[in-house]
């Protein structure tokens, strides 16, 4: 059974992935982001939290539907036992973990409600394909292949440290974002993209 911070930290890492059920979809060899602003996405990878003492890490699957308005999650311990499941669509947030099942408008308020504080997934759904979100200003650094290395937007900060290739449109392998609360890593090992 898991204890409360057990149960927070998989609910973190739930928020952080997201999986649907049925999707056919075919790895993006060259991992380009799309021109399109709010694109589907979906990626296979990793995720390891720091928060204070506590240092958690999972296996992730996020896809991302911004045509449908839909996020689901699907985090996983290295032996491929499901941790947390969460889903996200224009009616609200659920989220499932350890036979509880926890529900909220959305997953920031989801996060407030269980956690304390707030994780914000509708910023992270643009920082995760190398873009700064339109909703607020965001202080942006660039390197010579026009890479964003580091950008600070709505009191995060976001590093990123390796892209799938030398292009200026391609999509991120790691990064890191961080607030007073909390350091997160992500490492992408495989994009995807879902088909029509």
Known sequence: MFTLPRLSCCILLAVMALLSGCVNHQIIKTAV?????????SFNGRVTI???LENSSASLRWVHNPEEDEDEVLILEPMGQTIARIHREAQGSTLEADGRFYVSQDVESLTKQVLGWTLPLSLLSHWVVGVPSRGSEADVQRDA?????????????????????????????????KSDKLEMTVVIDEWEKQQP
């Open 33 to 41: 982001r799309s021109p399109q602003y709010e694109a589907p996405f």
């Open 50 to 52: 720091k928060r204070g």
């Open 145 to 177: 292949k026009k890479q964003i290395t580091l950008m600070h937007q709505a009191g995060w900060e976001i590093r990123y440290s390796r892209y799938a290739n030398n292009s200026p449109e391609s999509l991120p392998t790691r990064f890191v974002i």
